[in-house]
């Protein structure tokens, strides 16, 4: 007897975060299937080659950094809040370093985890409060803030899959 594989099922069909607002239901299912594509097309990569430039194409490590920090970052913006010193220190480290691949899934990891906690806060306010982003206070909202995690985070698990099957390809 044999068994069929078990079918992938997308995070905005598994019925979770019912507790949550659309909006924050969206964003959230949004981080988990980053989470799912960045762990699956990652996965075999040597350290080497997440930190490696294929044809000139970004490396996967500043990827998976900027992935996680900018998460922060936005998230703070959308809580009505400028970076922290921390922040920008964070923000002027993504391209460098040399973290092994385990290291940086495992920023990504926390990152999502700490931003479920804030999104699910920010998903009961108010999606047309006024925030401003970075010094010069660019215009947006509560809920424009909230997307962009979502849009944001998924370019970027875009450049990683490419990356990452580049560097694959490359082996063969």
């Known amino acids: 007897m044999s068994t069929s594989p078990v079918p992938y ?31 699956k097309w990652t996965e075999g990569l040597t350290d080497a080659e997440v930190h490696a430039q294929p044809l000139g194409l970004t490396p996967v490590a500043f990827h998976l950094r900027h992935i996680a920090r900018s998460t922060d970052r936005l998230l703070s913006y959308a809580e009505g809040n400028q970076l922290s010193a921390e922040q920008l220190t964070a923000l002027k480290a993504e391209q460098t370093g040399d973290e092994p691949l385990a290291v940086l899934l495992s920023e990504v990891e926390v990152s999502f985890s700490n931003a479920a906690d804030r999104v699910r806060v920010l998903a009961t306010a108010n999606f047309d409060t006024f925030r401003g982003v970075g010094r010069k206070q660019l215009p947006t909202s509560i809920g424009g803030a909230l997307i962009h995690v979502a849009d944001h985070t998924q370019r970027h698990v875009g450049q990683v899959v490419t990356t990452a099957k580049v560097l694959k390809a490359l082996r063969a």
């Open 9 to 39: 099922i997308e995070p905005w069909l598994r019925g979770t975060y019912a507790e949550v607002p659309a909006l924050g239901r969206a964003v959230l299912h949004a981080l988990d299937l980053a989470l799912d594509d960045l762990t």
